[in-house]
């Protein structure tokens, strides 16, 4: 009698992943080229959906993996765009230099932020989490050097310092979105892919267990508010670098920088990497169609949200991913048959009874 063997081996990548890094390579590249046959309204309409998916995927990042549910996200959105007007205007750093620093400095903010906020637990934490995004925006109202209440604008020096040219200096703003935007499904797609994203999925599986398997908790939380934060900054500066102007309410407003993004990742798909891209596309979608309806927007975008959460609370990338078995960001490491290791070893037994 002969016994089969085989080997298997251990897979992350799917033929959907590697489809569609093709297709997304074939956008980018049509993306980076937009400046050169398209409109400046095509640009800045891109440049917005660019930092809206950033800002949807580094929410996603800590609700969706980190079991973080933050309402208070608009802090380090303020304050990365506070921070740019400091560096570029104070110390004469290049605006778009700055950007990055920007993110630092909303990163700092976030240390002593995650040991007030992380007191709390579940909706409190949320809570929590707002309350200090108000007060951040209350504290920035009481500068006078940062324009107080009524905000401040970039003098059109610095702004010229951008580029020699206005249409250089949206094509430098708009290529710096595109880079924001996918260094941020870069960021946390190489995150969840490393050991540190087994220990995020792990704590919103179940936080006692993964705390029994040795995960430090506390520490994993810390490290991923901290990154979700230097990015939100650095979205943040990127927002009012296109706007020229930032003003405590415009910095700091949940409706613009959080509510909406909840929605996006709500709606697409809490918990993947595809889902924020999908809900950003529904997002904007939405919100060309019903412009003209004044409040009516937000009351079917909230009714669109809660509708979502009832029926699929897995989101629109959800369904197509559990319909089609599609993962186009797999993480996880599958173990996969090889057949051409297949191959048959005969039995002591049959070899002595083929000699007799």
Known sequence: MSEGTASYRVERGTRASRY???????VLAVLISLPFWGGRADMRTIVEIAYYLA?????NLLAGYAGLVSVGQQAFLGLGGYALFVFAMNAGVHPIAAIPLAGIAAALFAVPTAFIVFRLRGAYFAIGTWVVAEVYMLSFAQVSALGGGSGMSLPASVVKGIAAG???RETAIYWTGLVIAVGAIALVYLLLRSRHGLALTAIRDSEEASGSLGVDNFRTKIWVYIVAAFGTG???ALVFLTKLRISPEAGFNVIDWTANVIFIVVIGGIGTIEGPIIGVIIFFVLRELLADFGSWYLIVLGAAAVLMMLRAPQGVWGLVAERFDIRFFPVQRRLVFDPASFSFVADSRDENNSKS
């Open 20 to 26: 569609g890094a093709l297709i997304g390579i074939l």
């Open 55 to 59: 800002l949807a995927q580094l929410w």
């Open 166 to 168: 206005r249409m250089w």
């Open 234 to 236: 650095m979205v943040g």
